[in-house]
């Protein structure tokens, strides 16, 4: 890709000219973005590069150790891997409001954070993986402002003790864009092909309280819900799909006993932004597959159902 190539040069001497000789740190979220801003800044300035990945224990189904792997053994990229997941479960038990939710996954990230950026010795950049639409969103999210709408996005949001400068080389592309750049570093299709995932993640997909057993349920219902797609052949034809699991409990039966268990929702949209969505038509045998398998595979769910709410008025996510 011409574009991409010469965009991946410029972009290489910027940072150059941007940081100098100085340290830089990356926050890797275990998404594509922070991956791809990660990769390139490796390239521009090498070894003066350390990424600190905070495991919150919300990401999907074996992504984290993905993620280390891919920046340790392929990359080689010098790596800090905290181990964050009992602190995060800890920080929201008990907390069901949606943005308070959003609030203490933000704010403990960044804790978490500062302090493994300041053992980093005369670190004086902070590199993100920031997108146009985050840009955009930020200044004027459905016409409100972003703390209100997505508290964690933080773009420009910095809390004053960081007292770091930002490097964002990503900050004029759009998803597809960022795919292709990370295609031209050479990450796999299937890795850059990855739908786009919430900072604050599966805690947004678990409406009401967040325990470390509905976590579990939801990551091993959501990658059948993504296998199955992917066997499909339809995983590329989606901008997002990912399971919910609903507070709500339904009466079922097995064999010759009720059952009364919790019900997942499953949802899809096609986008080319995020910013507006349709739902995604399914062939039903596909959701039919996905409700068979889930039932019968997770344990604790009954029922599946599928969200047909186009954005807007529905968001994508269901928190
Ligand atoms: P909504 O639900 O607002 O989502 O239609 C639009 C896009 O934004 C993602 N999203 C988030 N991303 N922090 C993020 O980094 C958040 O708090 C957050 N909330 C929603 C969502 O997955 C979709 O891609």
Not at 13 to 36: M, Y
Not at 131 to 139: F, N, W
Request: charged fraction near 25%.
């Amino acid at each position: 890709d011409w574009s991409m190539s010469a965009f991946r040069e410029e972009m290489v001497a910027k940072i150059r000219a941007q940081v100098g000789t100085g340290k830089v740190i990356c926050g890797l979220s275990g998404g594509v973005d922070s991956s791809v801003a990660a990769i390139l800044i490796h390239e521009a300035i090498g070894e003066q590069l350390t990424c600190v990945f905070v495991d919150t224990g919300l990401l999907r189904k074996n992504e984290g150790e993905q993620v280390v792997s891919l920046f340790r053994n392929h990359y080689n990229i010098p790596l800090i891997h905290v181990q964050a997941q009992d602190m995060f479960l800890g920080a929201l038990a008990g907390e069901s409001d949606p943005e308070k939710k959003r609030k203490t996954i933000g704010k403990l990230f960044i804790d978490v954070f500062d302090k493994e950026a300041g053992k980093i010795d005369g670190a004086e950049f902070l590199a993100q993986g920031t997108l146009y639409p985050d840009v955009v969103e930020s200044i004027s999210p459905h016409g409100g402002p972003s703390t209100v709408i997505k508290s964690h996005h933080n773009v420009g949001g910095l809390p004053d003790y960081m007292k770091l400068k930002l490097v964002e080389p990503l900050r004029e592309l759009f998803k597809d864009e960022v795919r292709a750049l990370g295609r031209e570093l050479g990450l796999d299709a299937a890795f850059v092909g990855r739908h786009p995932f919430p900072g604050p993640g599966l805690a947004i997909r678990i409406p009401g309280e967040v325990t470390p057993e509905k976590v579990k349920t939801l990551q091993d219902a959501d990658a059948i819900y993504l296998d199955e797609i992917r066997k499909a052949g339809l995983y590329n034809d989606i901008w997002q799909a990912f399971a919910v699991l609903l507070p709500v409990k339904t009466v079922g039966v097995m064999g010759d006993a009720r059952t009364y268990e919790d019900v997942l929702a499953l949802r899809a949209v096609t986008s080319s932004d995020g910013m507006t969505a349709d739902f995604y038509e399914f062939p039903w045998a596909v959701l039919g597959r996905c409700a068979t398998r889930i039932v019968n595979e997770v344990r604790g769910v009954n029922r599946v159902v599928y969200d047909v709410t186009s954005k807007p008025p529905g968001t994508i996510e269901w928190e």
